[in-house]
T-cell receptor, first 113, second 112 residues
Framework: DAGVIQSPRHEVTEMGQEVTLRCKPI?????LFWYRQTMMRGLELLIY????????DSGMPEDRFSAKMPNASFSTLKIQPSEPRDSAVYFC???????????FGPGTRLTVL | QKEVEQNSGPLSVPEGAIASLNCTYS??????FFWYRQYSGKSPELIMF??SNGDKEDGRFTAQLNKASQYVSLLIRDSQPSDSATYLC????????????WGAGTKLIIKP
């Protein structure tokens, strides 16, 4: 079975550019989570969706961040404009429902110069 | 603010010994408890979960839950160098809308 798929795996961009991260959850999973991980702050939940609907986006740092889930098999996290402090590893995870075991994708390592 | 706390380590354990990792949580309504392992540069992967008080064993791993004292622990028997990683504790509860609340992780080093 395919796990959670994320793309790109690495992204290097310059400050001010738009960045789009993509995620395909495990088929049949109803909940999808976007996390950011840094050495300083650890694993932070940015937003999570249940049945394609955003349930809690209180972790989204600011208006520069937005996330969408147009269907059950695809989600995007967009940063516009990007800033150096956005440099981190961004993980997507999915589960059969909120609170159940979450399965993580390989992550996208973002570097903003 | 619901919290999950772990000692950041590093915890150094000789090969073959038992590694003991601990996690405390603040929400008495917590219902499910998860241990994830994360190798450097990789994503977190589930080791095991526990719902009920007591012990749950899976191979060399044992999770222990004590809801009265609000802690959960992970024991790794016969520690191997390949167990060297960061171990993340996660907890969910009704109050957090069943989201997982994550600890900061404990870095474990198994010395050959």
């Amino acid at each position: 079975d395919a796990g959670v798929i994320q793309s790109p795996r690495h992204e290097v961009t310059e400050m001010g550019q738009e960045v789009t991260l993509r995620c395909k959850p495990i088929s049949g999973h109803n909940s999808l989570f976007w996390y950011r991980q840094t050495m300083m702050r650890g694993l932070e939940l940015l937003i999570y969706f249940n049945n394609n609907v955003p349930i809690d986006d209180s972790g989204m740092p600011e208006d520069r961040f937005s996330a969408k889930m147009p269907n059950a098999s695809f989600s995007t996290l967009k940063i516009q404009p990007s800033e150096p402090r956005d440099s981190a590893v961004y993980f997507c995870a999915s589960s059969t429902s909120s609170g159940n075991t979450q399965y993580f994708g390989p992550g996208t390592r973002l570097t903003v110069l | 603010q619901k919290e999950v706390e772990q000692n950041s380590g590093p915890l150094s354990v000789p090969e073959g010994a038992i590694a003991s990792l601990n996690c405390t949580y603040s929400d008495r309504g917590s219902q499910s408890f998860f241990w994830y392992r994360q190798y450097s540069g990789k994503s977190p992967e589930l080791i095991m979960f526990i719902y009920s008080n007591g012990d749950k064993e899976d191979g060399r791993f044992t999770a222990q839950l004590n809801k009265a004292s609000q802690y959960v622990s992970l024991l790794i028997r016969d520690s191997q160098p390949s167990d060297s990683a960061t171990y993340l504790c996660a907890v969910n509860s009704l109050d957090s809308n069943y989201q997982l609340i994550w600890g900061a992780g404990t870095k474990l080093i198994i010395k050959p």
